[in-house]
């Protein structure tokens, strides 16, 4: 199928676009990588009266450290943040997530701007940022604003932004000593997102007991979740073999995996445990140093 027909605008600053966003309103679709939205405009699930792309904006890609926080561009592709030496040394889970999206060619285009604001129910970046506890910064016509990780993700495809805002950066605390985290996955065969996903922050505190912990899932419900009680299960214990094995336990319980093609909820509730416990002991290794 192809795209019904659109007006396409390529502004080469945030001003413009967010000029473009405030006159064309709701009949204005942003573009970033396409992954995502061209397959819908083809099958006509999406018929914006027009295109604002916004990867001929400087500025919008990219990834830096600012005193504590580490700073990733709206537009930096899965490929620059799997490639990022900054990232590998700080903030490994994001390299490790983002090198287990789709192929190449989704992950050279693909962008953490587009998965976030995009919202899919099995991709990889959202329960990373879950579990980094990220700062997600937005502009539009009407201002900018900070959203938490944990309140971007609102359901099915959805995201808390609203239509005429961009989302242009988003800030990770540098991460405190004996801090590790780590993201594992069962990939679905054939387009790599994620049966189940699940990423792991945890910070180890006196007589090595977890003194603080976020884990989250995608894959398994209609958006990313963090799974409190799983957290709670590792929060004051030492992390071994059995506190994981129960805070993972705990996380399966948590999620009403839907039966398809791949496994019926059982399964799947299995595979979350499975994927939960991997998660948490490389996350605890990484502490651990
Ligand atoms: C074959 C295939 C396999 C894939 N496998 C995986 C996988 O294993 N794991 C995974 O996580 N993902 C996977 N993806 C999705 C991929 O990561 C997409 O690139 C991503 O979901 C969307 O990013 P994008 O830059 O392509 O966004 P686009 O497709 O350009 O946009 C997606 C949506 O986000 C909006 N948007 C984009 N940028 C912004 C912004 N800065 N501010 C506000 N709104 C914005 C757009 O308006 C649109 O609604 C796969 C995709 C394909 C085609």
Redesign the pocket.
Known sequence: MYPASFDYHAPTSVDDALRLLGTLGDDA????????????LKLRF?RPAHLID?RRIPG?AGIRADDDQIVIG??T??RTLERSTLLRGVLPILPEAAE????P???N???I???L??A?P????PAVMLALGAELR?ASPRGGRTIAADDFFIGLLTSA?EPD????EIRVRRPGPATGGAYAKR??PA????LVGAAVVVTLGAGETVSSARVALTGVGERAIRVPAAEGALVGRAPDAATIERAATEAAAGVEPRADLQGDAEYKRHLTRVITQRAIARAVERARG
């Open positions: 679709k942003l573009l970033a990588g396409g992954h995502s939205l061209i397959p819908l999406a916004l919008l709206a537009l592709t899965h287990r999206i789709g192929d060619l989704v992950r285009a693909g962008t701007g587009g998965s604001a995009h899919d099995g991709a990889d970046l937005t932004l805002e961009l989302l242009t990939p679905h387009s790599r997102f994620a």
